[in-house]
């Protein structure tokens, strides 16, 4: 197992997210991380560093440093022989500045703090919305919605949603087909007056029945063949109101969203 520490003198949520497609593309490698944000002291990063340097000789292996601080001397500090650094700020900045012709800012930018309140304001309030509205406890607000995803039971829609609500800014609904919804070849009664704003996921039956095994092991709701059936009416209703939907069987809650904004053709909010 090698060791990555994700270093930043903001969030690191940036950090985090670059180290981590980075690291992806080595699937044999097992990787303990761990990260240490708004690292923006001499004092601070000393500290970190040295439980850097506690863990190469625990491990008998250089840990892996991935960085974006700011600070040219906070980023010297990170220069040390016990471990592989990977700095973003360094790696990108410099060619930036000769494609663009002028000098990067010295000013820390808070990228995950609230830079603009009206903004802010609004992705609070998308997240507050796709809470309330959430599994179809009410349709009263559906008229607000970008878009309501609709789907069986355990196929990805609370998730998705509170994903485009955090990271976009959507107001996103979503709706259950009930047991009673799939036995027809209609859609609900509370979703007909918004059927341009549905979204459908469906799924495998072999993952919904993993899944759905998970949460209640051998009952009739996590049965192969409930899964199969109520698969297969929920697409039946999709295909025949001309609902768009997607699979998500080998799917990320990133890549499900991904795809909706692009097939809604949907904004970003903030």
Not at 96 to 116: C, M, P, Y
Not at 124 to 147: C, M, P, R, T, W
Request: glycine letters at 4%; hydrophobic letters at 40%; one cysteine or more.
């Amino acid at each position: 197992m090698r060791s990555v520490f994700f270093i930043s003198d903001q969030t690191g949520i940036t950090t985090e997210k670059l180290g981590n497609a980075l690291l992806a593309k080595f699937p044999e490698v097992e990787f303990r991380r761990e990260t240490f944000p708004f690292i923006d002291t001499p004092a601070k990063m000393s500290q970190v560093m040295l439980r850097v340097y506690n863990r190469y000789l625990q491990d008998g292996e250089k840990p892996i440093v991935v960085s974006s601080v700011l600070n040219a001397d906070l980023r010297k500090i990170i220069e040390v022989d016990y471990a592989h650094s990977l700095d973003f700020f360094q790696a990108f900045i410099p060619q930036l500045e000769e494609a663009l012709g002028v000098q990067a800012t010295q000013k820390i930018n808070k990228l995950h703090g609230i830079s603009d309140e009206e903004k802010y304001n609004h992705r609070i309030d998308a997240i507050h919305f796709s809470l309330e509205n959430d599994d179809g406890v009410s349709s009263k607000n559906y008229h607000e919605a970008d878009v309501i995803i609709v789907g069986v039971s355990r196929v990805g829609k609370t998730p998705t949603s509170i994903y485009l609500a955090v990271n976009y800014g959507i107001k996103a609904a979503n709706y259950p087909f009930a047991e009673l919804d799939l036995k027809t070849d209609h859609l609900p009664k509370s979703l007909v007056p918004f059927h341009q704003k549905l979204f459908g996921l469906s799924i495998e039956a072999d993952r919904l029945h993993q899944i759905r095994s998970h949460r209640l092991p051998n009952s009739k709701y996590a049965n192969m063949t409930t899964c199969m059936d109520e698969i297969n009416a929920a697409e039946r209703i999709m295909n025949t109101c001309g609902i768009p939907f997607l699979n998500t069987s080998h799917k990320s809650i990133e890549e499900i969203s991904v795809a909706i904004m692009q097939m809604v053709r949907l904004k970003r909010q903030y």
